[in-house]
Structures are given as C-alpha cells and as structure tokens.
C-alpha cells in the first residue's frame, strides 16, 4: 500500500493521482491555487480515488455555502461508493464529510479528531477540522486540536509551518497572545509566505490595539501575503481595519476597493469582509459613494438561495441590505434565517440564539431605532461566539453597541463597552476617539431609560 508524502498510507496506488493530492493539499494549506481543480484532474483519472473524493467534498464545504455544499454532496457520494476499496483512515474522513454535508459540524470535527488520533500528520484532517472550529466559534478546539498533534511534527515533515499558523490563530483567539505570536514567527521563519500565520500575528496585535505594529507588520510583508493568495482580502480587511483606527479613512476606501473587494464577487467569504468594513464605516458616519449599493446587488442576488444555510454570512448580508433601504430583501433574509432558526443541528442552534438577534439589532440600527437595536443585541453579545468568526470579526457587535448607546443618549452604557475595550487595546485610537464622544452630557433621566 502507497504513502502520502507524510507517511499515511492511501489505498489508491495511482502515482499520479497522489501527486494530484499533494498538489491540491498544498494549494488548500497555502490558499495559493486551485486546490478543488486539481482535485478534480485526480479523480477524473481515478474515479475510485477515494481519499480524492472526500478531498473535495471537505474543501468545498470550507466555502460556507449551500451551493457548495450542493457539489460536496456529490463528492461524498461518490467516494460512498468505493468505501470497499477504502482504508480505514478514508472511510474516517468519509464519514466526516458526510456529517459536514448533513449540517452536523460539531460531529464531523470529532471525526476528523478520531482520525488524528491513528494519523496525527493527517494535515487535511487537521485544517478541515481547524476551519470549522473557527466557523463553530470552539476557541477551545482551534487551538487544542493542534495542540494534540503539534508534537509529531518537525520542520523536516511537509505542511509543518501551517501548522504552526493553525496553532497560532488557535492560541490567539483563547487569549495566548505571547505563545500566539511566538508560533506564527516561527511558522514565518520556515515559510515566509504563510499567509495563516500572518494573519494570526495580525490578530495579535489588533486584540492588543497594536495599531502601529499592524500597519508596519503588513505593509511591510505584503510580498509575502498578497500576491496570487486567495486569503488576501481577508488580510486586506486586517490591514484597513488599523487604517480604520487612526482614522484614515480615504486609505480604508482605498485599500476596500484594491485589497478587500478589488472587483465583482460572489464568494461570500469575500463579501462578508466587505460588509464588515463597511459598516465599521457606517458607524462611524463615512461616506462611501456606491459601495453599499454594489455589495447589496451581490448579497441580494445570493439570500434566496443561501439565507438561512450559516447565519454569520446572513448577517452580514443583512448589513447591506439594511444600509441600502431594500426592505423587501431584509424580510426575506430574515425569513430564511427563522426557517433555519426553527430546524435542528448547529446551524438552527447558530440562527436561533445568536444570527436572528443580530441581524434584528443591525436592522434596528440601520433604521435608527437605537433602544430597539441596543434590546437585541445586548443580550447575544457575550454569546456571539455560537455562530462563529473571531474575536476582532464580532467586535463589530461591540462597536455597534456602543454607537447605538451614543444615538440613543446613554452615554454611560456607551461607556461601560468602552471601558472594556480600551483596557483590552490601550493603544487604540478608535476606542479613544469613542471615550471623548461618551462624555456625560446628557440628561441622566434620558440615560437611566431602559431599552
């Protein structure tokens, strides 16, 4: 039986095929390439490649949408089919598959777990797993998972460095900032352009309010992260959000428009980053020309088909929908999102405590009914992690919290958030600029109203 290159054995004995494998896992740990294409060259040679099909059907579920989730379907019965022939290992990552096609997440990452444990160098099991911790909200399991394997690594194994980006996002977001950044260094010192692991040092010091570092740190490794990388809008959004903090605005749109969503997209993964920036721009009363309107062409051409399959995306969504007055396409996102609400599973479990607030609370806001807004997402904000995203994406929540509270004429309450993050991030400007405007200037009778 043949070997991938770390040393698991694989069932097909095709050499080209598995150099295919190798191929597509590489592009899938370094977002550079097409990881799903050259999947598919290798099981339109092997159509028994089993490891091959549940390969993709993983990848596309990593997109974090139904239409994928549709093709990864396809894959996993595919690979269904030549369970027979299969390893025990493959039939593992079968199984877990599957479970991410059902909507079963949290027991597909088990799966993929119970699979590290006979093959802890199975980096596709590994990233899979690590990717919907982070789109579960398991800080926990982001950063144990790794953890649990890390050890039977070594520089000379292939993939090592992105595991210890992996590693490092997962120290990060349980609040390890030290060992964090130490891991994503010495990822970088194996693999300069490990985009992961750039981005886990920029997570660092935008929890740590490391503004200046974070402009240096990007600007200055943006050969290394942005050319031909996939994950570079997202490392843009990063860029423009310390851009954002010294309030710099022009040089925000301008990253927006080269950087976060240099063109048409219909990726949601993209456009929530543009969502998310936006509105951060909304908060704080920029103008943005006809960005919104593009982006509200390109959520609403997708909710029909898409609302209510992960509510993180339809919240953001909801962002541009809102802010562009399309009251008709607000209550159909927010209708699919109550059909989700009503089912079982996590992705029901994610619309109903957390994505129905939420996008309540950003359409209140958006229509400036600020008490409204501040009643539902007060209470989701400390619980926001059940639908995933990372400490700095839902500090959206926090920030719309705290500018409803200025609208609404309780500064104290704006105050309360404020405090938080300023001892979090003391070097933030933003959060600065946030404390003068909470200055207690307001009739106390109108701050002591409830919501």
């Not at 394997?149 to 609040?175: A, I, Q, T």
């Not at 301008?254 to 950087?259: A, F, L, M, N, V």
């Not at 929908?321 to 607000?330: D, M, N, Y």
């Amino acid at each position: 039986m043949r070997s991938d290159a770390r040393g698991i054995p694989v069932s097909c004995s095709d050499a080209t095929a598995l150099e295919l494998y190798e191929r597509a896992l590489y592009a899938f740990q370094t977002y550079v390439g097409d990881a799903v294409g050259t999947i598919e060259e290798a099981v339109a040679r092997r159509p028994d490649f089993v490891l091959g099909h549940a390969f993709r059907a993983g990848v596309l579920m990593t997109f974090s949408e139904r239409r994928f989730a549709a093709e990864a379907a396809r894959s996993v019965a595919a690979a269904e089919q030549q369970l027979g022939a299969a390893n025990e290992r493959e039939r593992g990552l079968v199984r877990a598959a599957r479970q991410l096609v059902d909507g079963d997440w949290s027991a597909a990452c088990a799966t993929y777990d119970r699979v590290l444990v006979d093959y802890p160098r199975d980096v596709f099991a590994l990233q899979t797993a690590h990717l919907f911790d982070f789109y579960r909200g398991d800080a926990q399991n982001l950063r144990n998972r790794v953890v649990r394997v890390v050890d039977r690594f070594s520089p000379d194994v292939p993939g090592y460095s992105y595991v210890l980006g992996m590693l490092s996002f997962g120290l990060e977001e349980c609040n390890q900032y030290r060992e964090a950044e130490d891991a994503a260094r010495r990822a970088l010192e194996i693999e300069p352009r490990d985009g992961w692991a750039v981005h886990a040092a920029t997570h660092v010091m935008e929890m740590q309010g490391r503004i200046e570092e974070g402009v240096a740190w990007l600007e200055s490794r943006r050969a290394d992260w942005a050319p031909g990388n996939a994950f570079a809008p997202h490392n843009f959004w990063h860029l423009a959000l310390f851009y954002l903090d010294r309030g710099d605005v022009a040089r925000v749109l301008e990253i927006y428009d080269r950087g976060v969503l240099p063109g048409p997209s219909d990726l949601a993964l993209q456009l929530l980053d543009a969502s998310a920036l936006l509105w951060r721009l909304h908060l704080e009363g920029a103008a943005v020309g006809d960005r919104w309107t593009e982006l509200a062409d390109a959520w609403e051409a997708k909710i029909d088909a898409e609302g209510g399959f992960y509510a993180f995306n339809d919240c953001h969504a909801l962002m541009a929908l809102a802010v562009t007055e399309r009251s008709s396409a607000c209550a159909r996102l927010l209708s699919g999102l109550e059909a989700a609400a009503s089912g079982r599973g996590l992705p029901a479990r994610m619309a109903r405590e957390v994505g129905l607030p939420v996008a309540r609370g950003l359409l209140s806001f958006a229509r400036g009914r600020y008490d409204d807004a501040l009643s539902a997402l007060e209470p989701v904000r400390d619980l926001a992690n059940v639908f995933g995203g990372s400490h700095a994406q839902r500090d959206l929540i926090t920030l719309t919290i705290v500018e409803a509270a200025l609208r609404a004429g309780r500064p104290s309450l704006a105050r309360h958030y404020i405090a938080e993050r300023n001892v979090q991030r003391p070097s933030s400007a933003l959060g600065w600029r946030l404390r003068s405007r909470a200055r207690d200037d307001v009739p106390r009778a109108r701050d002591a109203r409830g919501s």
